[in-house]
């Protein structure tokens, strides 16, 4: 009986709203509506069954809605996280840009590997412009460096590259703190 009541009271309903929608309504379209209403009538359980399985699909659209909301924010969270690693990589990028290599000989061991000692080449004007070259005056004469390497075995290998090239008098030498170790021997090192 209350689903009789029910779906006279939602027939009720339906027919309130149809009459107010009536004047945008065609006539084909009020014609099916009746129909429904109808048929409705006649089984009140055909309606409940669909209000049911409308309630249904409205629970479950609103979970999909809810998963969708939690995948959107974690999407969010991650392009948020990516905007900041690419802002942290941005400012190291720049940082790297500015920092051109110097001829000044940073702190702790380092290695050059001297590729010549003259007395008439002088390229000391040139230490500005070229950074990982400098020219050292040493009694009189120019002697010529390479590179900062912090290692070892690197710098001995540019070294082999170096007399490669035709330049048999380069060898490796040792600065801590800016200062050269005179009595360095690159080869005794590495034995050690």
Known sequence: MKKITLAVTFLALMVSV???????????ERRAIKKEIRTYK??????????????????ELQKELAYLKAKLAAANA???????????LMTQYTALK?????????????YQVQMGYYQYLDLLSFNEKLKTIKAESVDGKKRYVIGHFDDLMDAVQFRNDIKSLGIDDAFVSQYKDGERVMGFDAMKAIDQ
């Open 18 to 28: 149809t009459v107010a929608n009536a004047q945008s309504l065609s006539k084909k």
């Open 42 to 59: 006649k089984d009140p359980e055909k309606w409940v069954m669909l209000k049911k399985n409308h309630e249904i699909r409205v629970v």
């Open 78 to 88: 991650e392009k948020q996280e990516l905007a900041n690693k690419l802002s942290a």
């Open 98 to 110: 500015a920092s051109v290599p110097s001829t000044k000989l940073p702190m702790g061991t380092v």
